[in-house]
T-cell receptor
Framework: NAGVTQTPKFQVLKTGQSMTLQCAQD?????MSWYRQDPGMGLRLIHY???????DQGEVPNGYNVSRSTTEDFPLRLLSAAPSQTSVYFC???????????FGPGTRLTVT | AQSVTQLDSQVPVFEEAPVELRCNYS??????LFWYVQYPNQGLQLLLK??????LVKGINGFEAEFNKSQTSFHLRKPSVHISDTAEYFCAVIGYKIQGAQKLVFGQGTRLTINP
């Protein structure tokens, strides 16, 4: 199993550009989520999904969209990048929220 | 809503010394509690978790944590640390509601540095 994969590993965007961070898992997990990690702030939940076709907002959803058309994939879209979105983004998946979350390796995004 | 406070942002310790990383939570409902570890330039991995039952939970790499409901704490301990334990440690909580728990809330993290 590849586990949780994320692409790209690094990305530089200009303010106003849009892009999609990809996340895929091959463990047949129902629960998937996106976090951003900023120094001194831990991980903050952006969006999550409890199954295909079902998504909901986390703590910091503004400026981000998600969709879940399949169990395996959970892409995160930045609609119009801003410098405040410079961060490391992690995707995670699990059978259910109370079970171990499996994290991807992260995407380091810089917005100039 | 739930919240987590990790009381120390950085903890320096000498090799083979004991360590305690402190975590306090706030919740109006019952909780599940977790500790995750992040090694440099990697994602997070689970150290241990408390769902129910015995309040002393043992995890990987010799770590353990104790759930204290009256003090709303879930401190992480190791009796003798190794250089390889150098990492950032995150405490996390889920508030469990009748409808089911959905959101995992993380603390700010504690950077553990082991000095030889």
């Amino acid at each position: 199993n590849a586990g949780v994969t994320q692409t790209p590993k690094f990305q530089v965007l200009k303010t106003g550009q849009s892009m999609t961070l990809q996340c895929a898992q091959d463990m047949n997990h129902e629960y998937m989520s996106w976090y951003r990690q900023d120094p001194g702030m831990g991980l903050r939940l952006i969006h999550y999904s409890v199954g295909a076709g079902i998504t909901d907002q986390g703590e910091v959803p503004n400026g981000y969209n998600v969709s879940r058309s399949t169990t395996e994939d959970f892409p995160l879209r930045l609609l119009s990048a801003a410098p405040s979105q410079t961060s490391v983004y992690f995707c995670a998946s699990s059978y259910s929220i109370q079970y171990e979350q499996y994290f991807g390796p992260g995407t380091r995004l810089t917005v100039t | 809503a739930q919240s987590v406070t990790q009381l120390d942002s950085q903890v320096p310790v000498f090799e083979e010394a004991p360590v305690e990383l402190r975590c306090n939570y706030s919740s109006s409902v019952s909780v599940y509690l977790f500790w995750y570890v992040q090694y440099p330039n990697q994602g997070l991995q689970l150290l241990l978790k408390y769902l129910s039952g015995s309040t002393l939970v043992k995890g990987i790499n010799g770590f353990e944590a104790e759930f204290n409901k009256s003090q709303t704490s879930f401190h992480l301990r190791k009796p003798s640390v190794h250089i390889s334990d150098t990492a950032e440690y995150f405490c996390a909580v889920i508030g469990y509601k009748i409808q089911g728990a959905q959101k995992l809330v993380f603390g700010q993290g504690t950077r553990l540095t082991i000095n030889p």
